[in-house]
């Protein structure tokens, strides 16, 4: 009998969903089975190489120089502002200081250099306006750079000092 939804039987020992009516259930069965399994290796391979971890060469590469200065900002100004060094024309973003609040941001080498000066801009978000510091070139042993951003942008102030940034405290 046919109800729309199984084969109909022919009577012939022909088994469902064998192909062409002929095979056995239990082929059937075992080739269904290795297909499940050669998926499951496969997924798994793909699992493993994903959470590999990098060799030594890739942990030997440092993209981030070490810092030789720091540079610390305490922005007084009713927007956020978003910190730029400069050396040589090209500015390298290092990062935004929520308004009333205080940011460290380590300077790279590629900024720091002596051969070159260097100057701070702050940008404050949806500001017409920039702070553009004096340009300054640090000496040996000045690596703490201290940037006041007032609430009157033309206000705002950069100092440079000597010390040991990591023990130096943030101001303010």
Not at 68 to 96: F, K, P, S
Not at 146 to 159: G, Q
Request: hydrophobic share 35%; net charge negative.
């Amino acid at each position: 009998m046919h109800d729309g939804f199984n084969r109909a039987s022919s009577g012939s020992g022909d088994v469902e969903g064998s192909a062409h009516g002929s095979g056995s259930a239990t082929g059937d069965w075992r080739m269904a089975k290795q297909r499940r399994w050669m998926i499951l290796v496969t997924g798994l391979a793909i699992m493993a190489g994903g959470c590999a971890h990098a060799g030594r060469a890739a942990r030997e590469r440092n993209f981030c120089p070490t810092p030789t200065a720091v540079l610390y900002v305490q922005n007084d100004n009713w927007l956020d502002v978003v910190i730029y060094a400069v050396r040589g024309g090209t500015r390298y973003r290092l990062g935004e200081v929520v308004s009333f609040q205080s940011g460290k941001f380590n300077l790279p080498s590629t900024v720091v250099s002596i051969s070159s000066d260097i100057y701070v801009v702050a940008h404050p978000i949806g500001g017409a306006y920039e702070y553009y510091s004096p340009e300054v070139m640090l000496g040996p042993g000045q690596n703490i750079l201290e940037l006041r951003v007032d609430n009157l942008i033309d206000h705002s102030s950069l100092t440079v000092s000597s010390g040991n940034p990591e023990e130096a405290q943030s101001p303010g």
